[in-house]
């Protein structure tokens, strides 16, 4: 499966995990196939319903492109709004009548009780410095880019370091680990399925673990699943 554009307009950035970025580049540079993980290849709007599905609980809210990513919840009302720009991202939350910046006091907390916290969901490993090359895998049998960042210095980040696999053909971020500052896994998303929609493959479920980093074994499960366009 190649995830291919129907056309492309100048490089905007969206949600990586969500839309599936197209700028795969032939020569293997750390640096350079981040920078395409950023790339919103869209040339449209788009709204999509989706849901956190975490055993029998459900949590529906919708998907809204529109030169930015929304993520609109119901029940209390709540609007977290990223931006992708060229050297950072910016996560906004409205919320009780008010609009405020995700600061990094909250980045562990969870996203609508889930296994997604406000750091993962603002993408900050992208924007990470020195990224390397250490490997190539096949992930659901697409050759990948393995590629692993140190987290900034300074405490900002629940993680040490992160690892993410990356489509080589497509340039699709498949799979995101993230590590303890010693070094131990304590989540991981992982795309599972993909659809297309309005000639565009896109997310249709992925997978986010939370470990427990001494025993290793899995203390949470949350889908995150694409249900087609609103």
Known sequence: MIFRSARLRKPHALFALILFPLLARAEPDATAILEAARVNPLGQKITLNAQLRSGSALTPFQIIVDGRVRYVFAKPDQELILELQDDASVLTERLGGKTATVRPARYDEPVRSSGLTYEDLSLKFLYWKNPAIIGEETIRTRP????????????????????????????????????????????????????????????????????????????????????GKA
């Open 144 to 227: 990948s880019w393995k590629i692993e960042i140190q987290a900034p210095r300074g405490g900002a980040s629940q993680y040490g370091v992160a690892r993410l696999w990356i489509d080589k053909v497509s340039g699709a971020l498949l799979r995101v680990e993230g590590y303890d500052l010693k070094g131990r896994l304590v989540r991981r998303f992982e795309i599972v399925s993909a659809q297309k929609l309005e000639g565009q493959w896109m997310l249709k479920q992925m997978r986010i673990e939370t470990f427990d980093p001494d025993t290793k074994k899995t203390t949470a499960r949350t889908y995150l699943e694409v249900l």
